[in-house]
């Protein structure tokens, strides 16, 4: 299995192998399904290289210390990473944008975009922007 490090970002090594499993999903299944089929077949694939995730893990999202909702991320892997799954043909801006709030909803320092629906598998590591 592939494993993609880029030490410039926290947890290379981490988000590394959970961007190697969803390589060797690609491979194996290619595009054209729908994310949900992408999300059991990645589950599959991160309990077979032994990463500890919750899978539609609800998290609270709050608005000046009052909690205004929850949104659920597709995975939460070893309580730091937070994953996000699209199977569209391109990433846009737009993505890119969700992924970061969403890392500032759930105050968490570092994401994964993962695109499963173009013919080569699209990813993005993802930091939260730091405050001015």
Same mark, same amino acid.
Do not use: W
């Given at each position: 299995?592939? *494993?993609? *490090?880029?030490?410039?970002?926290?947890?290379?090594?981490? *988000?590394?192998? =959970?961007?190697?499993? #969803?390589?060797?999903?690609?491979?194996?299944?290619?595009?054209?399904?729908?994310?949900?089929?992408?999300?059991?077949?990645?589950?599959?694939?991160?309990?077979?290289?032994?990463?500890?995730?919750?899978?539609?893990?609800?998290?609270? =999202?709050?608005?000046?210390?009052?909690?205004?909702? *929850?949104?659920?991320?597709?995975?939460?892997?070893?309580?730091?990473?937070?994953?996000?799954?699209? #199977?569209? =043909?391109?990433?846009?801006?737009?993505?890119? #944008?969700?992924?970061?709030?969403?890392?500032? #909803?759930?105050?968490?320092?570092?994401?994964?975009? =993962?695109?499963?629906?173009?013919?080569?598998?699209?990813?993005?590591?993802?930091?939260?922007?730091?405050?001015?």
């Amino acid at each position: 299995m592939n *494993t993609i *490090t880029n030490n410039q970002y926290p947890d290379s090594e981490l *988000t590394g192998k =959970i961007i190697g499993c #969803a390589m060797e999903v690609h491979k194996d299944m290619g595009n054209g399904f729908q994310e949900v089929i992408y999300q059991r077949s990645l589950a599959l694939e991160m309990t077979h290289q032994g990463l500890s995730f919750s899978r539609e893990h609800e998290m609270d =999202i709050y608005y000046k210390g009052a909690m205004v909702g *929850t949104r659920r991320v597709d995975f939460l892997v070893e309580g730091k990473i937070m994953v996000e799954l699209k #199977a569209i =043909i391109e990433l846009e801006d737009v993505h890119l #944008a969700q992924g970061i709030n969403y890392l500032e #909803a759930y105050n968490m320092e570092v994401g994964l975009l =993962i695109n499963f629906g173009s013919a080569k598998l699209q990813f993005r590591r993802l930091m939260k922007k730091p405050r001015k």
